[in-house]
């Protein structure tokens, strides 16, 4: 008789992600998603990209005022997009 080792549905999936090396990509997408909850329309409308590299995230803003605003509260940012992700993903923020 076959003995079969029974894990949750939840730590089948974490070992595929880990495995697989994608995390990265997952925590992009949901860093994105965060973003665009948190801020809300306005300053995701003037958001043109959104990149995540090596637990870095580039912010590219088309309005020099709020880009600068952004500049300042990039610490902020960083807390807050962490604290929607349950961990300490995001190491900084970059505003250009």
Known sequence: ????????LKDVLLEMVNQYRLKQGISE???KAAWARLMGPSITQHT????V????MYLMIDSPSLRQE???GRE???KMINQDL??????EVFVK
């Open 1 to 8: 008789m076959a003995k079969y080792d029974e894990k949750s």
């Open 29 to 31: 997408s949901q860093i």
């Open 48 to 51: 043109t990209q959104i990149r």
């Open 53 to 56: 590299i090596r637990k870095k």
């Open 70 to 72: 952004l500049f300042y």
């Open 76 to 78: 902020k940012i960083r």
């Open 86 to 91: 349950g961990e300490e993903y995001l190491e």
